[in-house]
């Protein structure tokens, strides 16, 4: 089993790389057509975050390994809010912006609703994956009209400007075309290293997804918002997260059933998913809380974090049939 867990760090380190290269190159390239920064940063940034996840999902999908495409999605989410948040929040308190409050949420807790239902008769079919595409596009063109309808809320999102990096056509072309080749081989890599391991150790290919996978992927998500911490620009990390997720619902399980049918177990739908819901209505009450100031605490954070650490153990007792 040495081998596919060699192939497991190869692939998530190159996997991380190859999405920053990647975006790199799309804001090179989005520049280049006359994009500003401030709508690069809210399109381009947020959908290059979550493109480990898609690629995954997409290369999982086209190995007929679709359960490992769940549960990369759903364990991206949780770890998004219970790891990411969790930790960014203790290294500072998170502010909530009002345009978070009346977009973002709200879009984020009906999309959550939208999927549960579709899987309820546990498969997501082709057909669920284009009504997913379809409410992507819907809502993805609601967003910009209300950001270009609400210009003064862009103001959160101003710093993002400094983080962008100017690049020339050439370079620009050459990082997109290196990160988008990197993202198709590490791929590859990581989904057989992921499904070796799940065979070899007896376990589901959805718990390998909920677990090495998922955290792996969500180390863009991780780096970038701890990063934004650190440097002040704290109203970034929990719009990061809230779009991450939204684009791993819609984008991430809506290819990869279009691809190829994903079925999971009442187990997974119950257990797991449920776990999200419960990850995001808890995120949900925590920064909808009425205080005079607005914010994800430390206290708050601690306690996603601690949450996420239980939901490890729980899986692990799962796995091991205790």
Request: aromatic share 6%; hydrophobic share 55%; charged share 15%.
């Amino acid at each position: 089993m040495l081998l596919p867990i060699i192939a497991i760090v190869v692939g998530l380190a190159l996997l991380v790389w190859s999405a920053d290269k990647f975006v790199d190159g799309s804001v090179g390239i989005a520049e280049g057509f006359g994009m500003s920064k401030v709508m690069i940063g809210l399109t381009i940034v947020s959908l290059g975050t979550s493109a480990p996840e898609i690629f995954v999902s997409i290369t999982a999908a086209m190995q007929n390994a679709s359960e490992l495409a769940l549960g990369n999605a759903i364990g991206s989410n949780i770890a998004n809010m219970g790891l990411v948040l969790g930790v960014t929040a203790l290294v500072a308190a998170l502010p909530v912006k009002q345009g978070l409050l009346k977009q973002d949420l709200p879009a984020l807790l009906a999309v959550t609703a939208i999927c549960c239902f579709l899987l309820m008769d546990l498969t997501l079919s082709r057909n669920d994956g284009m009504t997913l595409m379809v409410l992507l596009i819907i809502l993805m063109t609601l967003m910009f009209r209300y950001k270009k309808e609400h210009p003064d809320e862009l103001v959160e999102n101003e710093s993002i400007e400094g983080e962008i990096p100017d690049y020339g056509t050439k370079e620009s072309i050459i990082s997109f075309s290196i990160g988008l080749v990197t993202l198709i081989i590490s791929s590859r890599i990581l989904v057989w290293g992921a499904v070796d391991v799940a065979t070899a150790l007896g376990v589901s290919e959805v718990v390998i997804g909920l677990t090495i996978v998922a955290i792996g992927t969500s180390l863009p998500e991780m780096a970038a918002s701890v990063a934004s911490a650190l440097r002040n620009h704290h109203d970034i990390a929990l719009g990061n997260v809230i779009g991450s997720n939204i684009l791993n619902l819609l984008a991430v399980l809506s290819v990869a059933s279009v691809i190829y049918p994903i079925e999971l177990t009442r187990e997974v739908l119950v257990k797991d998913y449920g776990a999200m819901v419960m990850f995001t209505v808890a995120m949900a009450i925590f920064v909808m809380i009425p205080r005079k100031n607005k914010q994800l605490s430390k206290i708050e954070g601690s306690i996603l974090l601690i949450g996420y650490i239980a939901y490890l153990y729980t899986l692990y007792l799962r796995s091991t049939g205790l």
